[in-house]
């Protein structure tokens, strides 16, 4: 899993070709770090299909905003640099997440 930041994220999502997997997280967030093994598990499970990326929107909250990325956390797919589908806050499960990425898959 890709850790991105303001200065990459373009280029990494927004400019990638292809479906790219954004875990938007912050260190603050009790329930993204959680999350975060069990999301860093499908991430090698399904990388051959998908880009996996994760953001700390701590250090990036202009550009969680710029995404819309309202609460934590939310993780989303992107397809050449639009963002299809989110899950977010207690919709965030380990289930509706690996649904998400097999959708797109």
């Not at 953001?55 to 939310?74: D, F, N, S």
Request: charge should be negative; aromatic fraction near 8%.
């Amino acid at each position: 899993m890709l850790a991105v930041d303001k200065t990459t994220f373009e280029a990494e999502v927004l400019e990638a070709e292809g479906y790219v997997f954004v875990d938007f997280w912050s260190e603050g967030c009790e329930p993204c770090k959680a999350l975060l093994p069990e999301v860093h598990k499908l991430a090698e499970k399904y990388s051959g299909n998908m880009k996996f990326v994760s953001l700390e929107t701590t250090k990036a909250r202009r550009l969680a905003i710029k995404q819309k990325v309202l609460g934590l956390p939310t993780l989303a797919v992107y397809k050449d640099g639009e963002k299809l589908e989110e899950v977010t806050k207690d919709d965030a499960t380990i289930e509706n997440i690996e649904a998400l990425i097999t959708k797109y898959i």
